[in-house]
């Protein structure tokens, strides 16, 4: 989740979220743990891995995704990725699940 109330600060507040079918089988405190349904899937959020995150860190896997589905990236999509906002990464993240091309995937 973001906010941009926060848009000034050079780190984001980030909190895991992992597939409960490939963690150890443990037993996971509720309170700290919350168990949640993404696509179908039972998740959890990792809270005891909640970190402040440089915000060019979490731009980082963009890039080897995109260029993995649709070959070398230009270097004006490139630099898009570099200063792009968290928010519009969020918004071609989900692009990417149903675009056939790389125009589809940065549109607004």
Do not use: Y
């Not at 004006?76 to 570099?82: K, T």
Request: proline share 8%; charged share 20%; aromatic share 4%.
């Amino acid at each position: 989740m973001q906010s941009d109330h926060l848009r000034g600060l050079a780190t984001q507040v980030a909190i895991p979220l992992r597939l409960i079918s490939t963690f150890p089988k443990v037993a996971l405190p509720g309170d700290l743990a919350p168990v949640l349904q993404v696509e179908g899937r039972a998740c959890f959020l990792d809270t005891a891995k909640l970190a402040a995150v440089p915000i060019k860190e979490l731009k980082k896997p963009a890039q080897p995704r995109l260029a993995r589905i649709f070959g070398p990236l230009p270097q004006a999509i490139q630099q898009r990725l570099r200063v792009a906002t968290l928010a519009r990464l969020e918004t071609w993240s989900l692009n990417i699940l149903d675009a056939a091309t790389l125009e589809e995937v940065l549109q607004e």
